[in-house]
């Protein structure tokens, strides 16, 4: 079944840099784009971007235009979120979510399913 | 940037109840709107896509409709497990943008 698999949990101080990793299963790596979504706690949920596994190229939402970072690694199919300039509102979980979707004759529709369990990142002092 | 509200934010409901939850855009997104369901600690899961069409093993009591601006989540028989967060999300434009949310509960 197709499956997101996270990296774990992690604690970083203001000013620093987070990755964090997606492993996708159960499905042809490069044939989805990949979203990052991200949730502060008690809040909603918050679009970061997406990353085209095949080609690489990348759509960054503007609030985090220089300070996010997509990329993937298509021979283990994982693809990773990096965030740098830490603040103490960066600390959320973050999701990663494949986008599925399907074209008719007139249009083309896309949402996000499945997602991945979430990785909380944590940023305090 | 497109916006989007939900109404009410927060509902109390008891369990066979029909439930009806509101997602407005700020301006024509046709039908780019899909619903999903989140449970404390746990990811959004996928209900609607496409305003209308069920996601694979989802429940028939979930139905959505609406298009243009207005668009609208309904349960119809409220079951325990229902009880969660749901938010719409506009797939008309980047960014994507979900609505805040409604929070369904136990009266």
């Known amino acids: 079944q197709v499956q997101l698999v996270q990296s774990g949990a992690e604690v970083k101080k203001p000013g620093a840099s987070v990755k964090v990793s997606c492993k996708a299963s159960g499905y042809t790596f490069t044939g989805y784009y990949m979203h990052w979504v991200r949730q502060a706690p008690g809040q909603g949920l918050e679009w970061m971007g997406w990353i085209n596994p095949n080609s690489g190229g990348t759509n960054y939402a503007q609030k985090f235009q220089g300070r996010v970072t997509m990329t993937r690694d298509t021979s283990i199919s994982t693809a990773y979120m990096e965030l740098s300039r830490l603040r103490s509102d960066d600390t959320a979980v973050y999701y990663c979510?494949?986008?599925?979707?399907?074209?008719?004759?007139?249009?083309?529709?896309?949402?996000?399913?499945?997602w991945g369990q979430g990785t909380l990142v944590t940023v305090s002092s | 940037d497109i916006q989007m509200t939900q109404s009410p934010s927060s509902l109390s409901a008891s369990v066979g109840d029909r439930v009806t939850i509101t997602c407005r855009a700020s301006q024509s997104i046709s039908s780019y709107l899909n619903w999903y369901q989140q449970k404390p600690g746990k990811a959004p899961k996928l209900l609607i896509y496409a305003a209308s069409s069920l996601q694979s093993g989802v429940p028939s009591r979930f139905s959505g409709s609406g298009s243009g601006t207005d668009f609208t989540l309904t349960i119809s028989s409220l079951q325990p497990e229902d009880f969660a967060t749901y938010y719409c999300q506009q797939s008309y434009s980047t960014p994507r943008v979900f609505g805040p949310g409604t929070k369904v509960d136990i009266k």
């Open positions: 979510a494949r986008e599925g979707g399907y074209c008719s004759s007139t249009s083309c529709h896309d949402w996000f399913d499945p």
